[in-house]
């Protein structure tokens, strides 16, 4: 693909995607200002997606490593990037030297493809610190709380589906099908135990105490309903 054709951050997220799903992860898009996290077990990979290799990607991608050892970045494949030059051998120097891993993405073909051309390798041991450790804590809650990937890595100016609002649409779903509920019955259904915290605070507008203890789906809520068509499906689903 040519870069005349606005090549995108969020265009890189498929390919690299399929690569760790075979690999045997769970693959997440937009976790906690992380452009891409794959999960496996107690590994936790995450993945900054960019259009060129640059300073400022290098900057983000470090402050990752609070986060998780396992620290890659992405960036398309272009002719610039020769493995035998001399510039090609310096900029994977540095990148190995920050403890990255590297995965170039060609859009030459079809389909897309990825390639990891090295993986992240630390140099010396960090520190867990316990900020670290919360940092770590929130991106792994984070994903725990989602159902699937409902975001595309690397996206701009787009609307994340975050646990918050996932629980918050698995509410109202709830809701529109049975009527009226209480937060109790509503958390026997599976809609877990910020139920009652979501139902009162009502960020979204989305819900309507009727009566006391009781709650229904908001005209706001029905007529925002249809913006998460894929979503509604799920919980339609169970």
């Not at 316990?130 to 690397?154: M, P, T, Y």
């Not at 006391?212 to 068509?229: A, C, F, N, T, W």
Request: glycine share 6%; aromatic share 8%; net charge positive.
């Amino acid at each position: 693909m040519k870069e005349k054709t606005k090549l995108q951050e969020a265009d890189l997220y498929e390919p690299i995607q399929k690569h760790f799903i075979q690999e045997g992860y769970e693959v997440y898009g937009e976790v906690k200002d992380c452009d891409m996290a794959a999960i496996k077990d107690d590994e936790l990979i995450i993945i900054e997606l960019k259009r060129n290799l640059s300073v400022d990607l290098l900057i983000q991608a470090t402050k990752r490593l609070q986060i998780s050892e396992l620290v890659y970045i992405a960036v398309p494949k272009k002719p610039m990037y020769k493995p035998r030059s001399k510039r090609w051998k310096d900029i994977c120097r540095l990148v190995k030297k920050l403890e990255l891993g590297l995965i170039l993405v060609s859009f030459s073909g079809k389909p897309k493809k990825s390639e990891i051309i090295f993986h992240p390798t630390p140099y010396k041991p960090r520190k867990n610190t316990d900020s670290n450790k919360r940092k770590r804590q929130e991106v792994l809650k984070e994903i725990d709380g989602r159902s699937a990937d409902f975001n595309i890595g690397g996206t701009n100016r787009t609307q994340i589906m975050t646990a918050y609002r996932e629980n918050c649409i698995q509410i109202a779903c709830y809701l529109e099908q049975a009527g009226e509920l209480s937060p109790k019955l509503l958390i026997e259904m599976g809609t877990g135990e910020k139920t009652s915290s979501i139902l009162t605070k009502n960020y979204y507008g989305w819900f309507d105490r009727i009566r006391r203890g009781v709650y229904v789906l908001s005209e706001k809520g029905k007529q925002e309903m249809s913006d998460y068509p894929d979503l509604l499906a799920h919980y339609r689903k169970e």
